[in-house]
Nanobody
Framework: QVQLVESGGGLVQAGGSLTLSCAAS????????MGWYRQAPGKQRELVAA???????NYADSVKGRFTISRDNAKNTMYLQMNSLKPEDTAVYYC?????????????WGQGTQVTVSS
């Protein structure tokens, strides 16, 4: 499996930008796909963006055109560039990785990083 550590969260004004990072360690060769999820108070965790091992990406409709997901395999790090932030983007953002080691599939989560967008 892999261990994931997020960083880069913080407080920003509406219209501002933040870049989140997710550093992976452990069996990083086994990762098939990674993604960013978020959970706002009182709401369910939702997918924000995902990237496959082949660098295919998909985004939630609410962030299309504003957020960009990318990964640097040499650094075992995934990023989420967030532009034109809105108050409704306020949430805890979690890094996720899915993979397989041997015949065992796994899913790993980071501890989360808070993003707060003020109006």
């Amino acid at each position: 499996q892999v261990q994931l550590v997020e960083s880069g969260g913080g407080l920003v004004q509406a219209g501002g930008s933040l870049t989140l990072s997710c550093a992976a360690s452990g069996s990083t060769f086994s990762i098939r796909a990674m993604g960013w999820y978020r959970q706002a108070p009182g709401k369910q965790r939702e997918l924000v963006a995902a990237i496959s091992s082949g660098d295919s990406t998909n985004y939630a409709d609410s962030v299309k055109g504003r957020f960009t997901i990318s990964r640097d395999n040499a650094k075992n790090t995934m990023y989420l560039q967030m532009n034109s932030l809105k108050p409704e983007d306020t949430a805890v953002y979690y890094c996720n990785a899915e993979g397989e080691v041997g015949w065992n599939e796994y899913e790993s989560w980071g501890q989360g990083t808070q993003v707060t967008v003020s109006s």
